[in-house]
């Protein structure tokens, strides 16, 4: 079995090193806050804790490591530990240019090492549930999908609410259309900081017809996490933020009878999905795609693609609102 370093145990990585002890993997951490380490060590008293990249960069035994920092760290950290021959699961977005990106495939392909981005829905059992029901015709063809991720905080202070929350989006609707967006274009608002966007619209053309928009705020009034998925013979929605009847079928739609549209209204059906926590399916897939040497689903081209539409969002941002 592979054994996993965590980098950074802040709020998501502390949930990275729980994951892979409960897996079995754990075998150190580096985190550099001293009352980080030290609350760690009261958790996991037998854990290794370190406080530098080095401590673990030359222990053969540590055989991948999961990156958890804040995203300006991501792309000198993962070059660092590709570089000293580990496999790497970086947190989203993977680095803040594509060219650092690139960079940093590029190392693993030619090492043949694992390069994996946290995408985490990509590995939550719904959004599988809903990939099988477009790839079986469930669905029909799709048209359109959207996807609002809406709550009041955490307001970041280094990022905007694009940066912090969209990357799950564009992974996830980039994964069930089966391609990349064709164009990009994103608007927003500025109201709590300067240059730092609290709400964003962008817009995503796909090829064959379909269309998508992501909604994220940090400037909301509830927790609303909803995607949306229209075809021409089904329609699904997957809303996470509700307790129960979380994803639900809708054979609806419209139909042209005799030159006129009828709705087509079937009711609903809720799904059911395996209950897996997201989380550890993604560290689980990590740790296999090293043992097997194979290429995850949320590799470093994905990374790549996912952050070409983050910037060609934040360039559309930055281009309506010009920051001054
Ligand atoms: N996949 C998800 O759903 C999800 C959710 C939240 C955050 N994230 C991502 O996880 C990453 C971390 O976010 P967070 O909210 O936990 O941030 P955070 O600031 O709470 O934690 C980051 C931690 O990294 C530590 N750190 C910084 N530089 C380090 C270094 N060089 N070596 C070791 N430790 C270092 C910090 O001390 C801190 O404890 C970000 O990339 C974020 O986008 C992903």
Redesign the pocket.
Known sequence: MSKIAV?????????HVRTFRQLGSLAAV????PA?RASLTKDYPDLPIY???EAILGDSTITGVS?????E??Y??AKRLLEAGKNVL????ITLFSKQAEELNEIALSKKLVLMV????LYHPAILKIKELIENGSLGALQYIYSNRLNLG?VRTE?NSL??FA??DIAVINYLVGTDPIEVDAKGGMFLQPGIHDVTVTHLTYPENVIAHIHVSWLHPFKEQRLVVIGDKSMMVFEDSRPTDKLILYPKGIDWVSGNPVTRDGGFEVVEFDKEQP?TA?CRHFIDSIAHNRTPRSDGANGISVLKVLEKAQEALTKNNPVT
Not at 7 to 15: I, K, L, P, Q
Not at 67 to 71: E, G, I, Q
Request: glycine letters at 10%; a negative charge; proline letters at 7%.
């Open positions: 980098v950074g145990a802040g709020r998501w990585g502390r949930n580096v985190e550099v806050d980080i406080d530098k990249l990156v958890a920092t804040p995203a760290t991501h000198e950290l970086v947190e989203k977005p946290g995408h985490v829905l955490t990022e940066w912090n990357p799950h989380l993604e």
